[in-house]
């Protein structure tokens, strides 16, 4: 059964890089037909889509977020990863992993509904 | 970016009455392309709904969505104990945004 296990440090200095990586099991990354991505949760923004990535098609980020956000995919370890730069603590929140069905209008592929989650890692920025 | 108001910020009934949550968007989602989402304490959101109406595997007919355009809404026809919740909505249509959520509570 799909499983997403996010995993990463729980504090993180400010102005760092907040790095972290979700192992998905049950199902390959590589070869799936979903969108893989992050959304976070914190009490003062409440849910915020981050980014995702349907792998070898397209990669789609929030574009509040898109200057400091990289999405990668480890296909040896079909791990998911997340790299957030120049870091404050606005960036504090639950993270969670997520799996995303996916829509094609006439241009492009976009991701769509998050039908499955991780448990979430919570992350806090604080020197 | 399209944002999501969602109203009331607190519902409060009974087990076995009938609830009706709202979300209303700054401007029309294409393809009323929304989902509902129902988050307990110390868990993940769930699916609900998406699509707008289309329930998701496994998810009980009592529940219920609709709408299109920028107004949507959930409706749990008979509130179970496990129904007590946060609800929140989110669009896919433009990009990515959720709501503020509504909490249901006994």
């Known amino acids: 059964q799909l499983q997403l296990q996010e995993s990463g440090p729980g504090l993180v200095k400010p102005s760092e890089t907040l790095s972290l990586t979700c192992s998905v099991s049950?199902?390959?990354?590589?070869?799936?037909?979903?969108?893989w991505g992050w959304v976070r949760q914190s009490p003062g923004k409440g849910l915020e889509w981050i980014g995702s990535?349907?792998?070898?098609?397209?990669?789609k980020y929030n574009p509040s977020l898109r200057s400091r956000v990289t999405i990668t995919v480890d296909t040896s370890k079909n791990q998911l990863s997340l790299a957030l730069t120049s870091v404050t603590a606005a960036d504090t929140a639950v993270y969670y992993c997520?799996?995303?069905?996916?829509?094609?209008?006439?241009?492009?592929?976009?991701?769509?509904?998050?039908?499955?989650w991780g448990q979430g890692t919570l992350v806090t920025v604080s020197s | 970016e399209i944002v999501l108001t969602q109203s009331p910020g607190t519902l409060s009934l009974s087990p076995g009455e009938r609830a009706t949550l709202s979300c209303r968007a700054s401007?029309?989602?294409?393809?009323?392309?929304v989902a509902w989402y129902q988050q307990k304490p110390g868990q993940a959101p769930s699916l609900l709904i998406y699509?707008?109406?289309r329930r998701a595997a496994g998810i009980p007919d009592r529940f219920s969505g609709s709408g299109s355009g920028t107004d949507f809404s959930l409706t749990i026809s008979r509130l179970e104990p496990e129904d007590f919740a946060v609800y929140y909505c989110?669009?896919?249509?433009?990009?990515?945004?959720f709501g503020q959520g509504t909490r249901l509570e006994i």
């Open positions: 997520v799996r995303q069905d996916y829509y094609y209008d006439t241009t492009s592929y976009s991701p769509g509904m998050c039908d499955f």
């Open positions: 049950d199902t390959s990354i590589s070869s799936s037909n979903y969108y």
């Open positions: 990535l349907y792998y070898s098609r397209s990669t």
């Open positions: 401007q029309t989602v294409t393809n009323s392309y």
């Open positions: 699509d707008a109406f």
């Open positions: 989110h669009q896919y249509a433009d990009s990515s945004t």
